[in-house]
């Protein structure tokens, strides 16, 4: 799942509510996992900007140079990669919609090597999108560190048996295999299945 949030920028400012956004700026780009900063292409950079990328990490970081269709290019793009070195950069036009799709990509390739997975299929990591999911699969783990933990203390294979058992469940409801009541419950009451 990917959450998009749009910040204010982060010049310095005597107005309270305007300073607060820019606090709520800083603290989104600290925790996000990919930050796209948006630059405009016929005004050049200016403070706010170089502000800015002090507070990102360019290994998170897609740069789109805005407004490109005026023609104007102020910004020197060798000096914008020089200082985000491997983040990718994409000139676009919001108001033509130019270039719109290559940040789309790029954001989506940036987002899922920041999560450690690949666009051809599973990196080291896996993404879990529901809350039942990442449960069961903690447990899963935690019975067989167990079950570990039992066998390294020569205790019997029917106590280590019991972990193992009780990891094949949890397991078995993430994949499928294994349903109980409570998630056919689920299923119908969030998808109104047989309605």
């Known amino acids: 799942m990917l959450v998009l949030q749009d910040t204010a920028g982060v ?3 005597a ?5 607060m956004g820019v606090q709520r700026s800083r603290e989104v780009a600290s925790e996000a996992g990919v930050v796209v900063i948006v630059v405009d292409d016929s ?3 200016d403070a706010a900007d170089e502000e800015l990328f002090d507070l990102v990490d360019p290994s998170k970081t897609v740069v789109a140079i805005n407004k490109v269709d005026l023609g104007l290019a102020k910004i020197d793009r060798d000096e914008l990669k020089m200082q985000f070195p491997g983040s990718p950069v994409v000139e676009l036009s919001a108001r033509q919609g130019k270039g719109l799709s290559e940040l789309k ?5 940036r987002a899922l ?4 997975l690949s666009a051809n299929g ?3 990591r896996v993404v879990v999108t529901r809350a039942r999911q990442y449960r069961d699969l903690k447990g899963a783990l935690e019975s067989l560190i167990r079950a570990r933990g039992a066998v390294s203390d020569a205790l019997p294979p ?3 048996g019991v972990d193992l058992r009780e990891s094949c469940r949890l397991l078995g409801e993430v994949t499928g295999e294994t349903v109980n009541e409570d998630i056919l419950d689920t299923i119908f009451r969030e998808f109104c299945i047989g309605k």
């Open 11 to 13: 010049r310095e400012t």
């Open 15 to 19: 107005d309270v509510v305007e300073r």
């Open 43 to 45: 005004t050049g950079l």
């Open 158 to 160: 029917e106590l280590v």
């Open 113 to 116: 090597e920041v999560a450690g």
């Open 105 to 109: 990509r790029v954001v989506k390739a």
């Open 122 to 124: 599973l990196g080291e």
